[in-house]
């Protein structure tokens, strides 16, 4: 591969060699002000439905204060989940992967401070997190 550089490539070359023009610093710019963006995670296996819910409660209203972007809300695919053994409980809402979004989203305090829940992952079988954008602090 053997390609010859043209007069007016060399000509061009030379004129930006000897131009006293100075180049802006694209990589100041980007290093001057990053955007910051916070991820926390929060695990709640083990909890019952009422400790999550208001574990949850707690942990969005903390992270909404200290500027968190967003919330990996770890449930466990509730395949071990006691309540698949009593036949009088629902299969899908008494397992925290559930249940939790839906608790968040019926409460009005908490949806003010979230953008959105990523609802796909919660009806996806085969996850057991989902996540949380939430809005930022005025």
């Known amino acids: 591969m053997n390609k010859k550089i ?10 930006f060699l000897n131009s ?7 990589d100041q710019k980007i290093s001057s002000s990053p955007k910051r963006y ?5 695990d709640l296996h083990g ?9 949850m409660t707690s942990y969005i209203e903390e992270c909404f204060i200290n500027g968190v972007n967003k919330i990996n809300v770890i449930t466990g695919k ?22 939790v979004p839906n608790f968040i989203k019926g409460s009005d305090h908490l949806m003010s ?16 997190n989902f996540d949380i954008y939430l809005r930022k602090k005025k």
Do not use: C, M
């Not at 043209?6 to 004129?15: A, N, P, Y």
């Open 6 to 15: 043209s007069d007016k490539d060399k000509q061009d070359w030379q004129d």
């Open 113 to 128: 401070k979230i953008i959105s829940i990523d609802f796909e992952a919660v009806e996806n079988p085969s996850v057991g």
């Open 78 to 99: 509730g395949l071990r989940s006691k309540n698949l053994n009593d036949p009088y409980q629902s299969n899908d809402l008494s397992i925290l992967k559930h249940s």
């Open 20 to 26: 006293t023009d100075k180049l802006e610093n694209k």
């Open 38 to 42: 916070i991820e926390k995670s929060i």
């Open 47 to 55: 909890y019952t439905l009422e400790e999550a819910n208001q574990k």
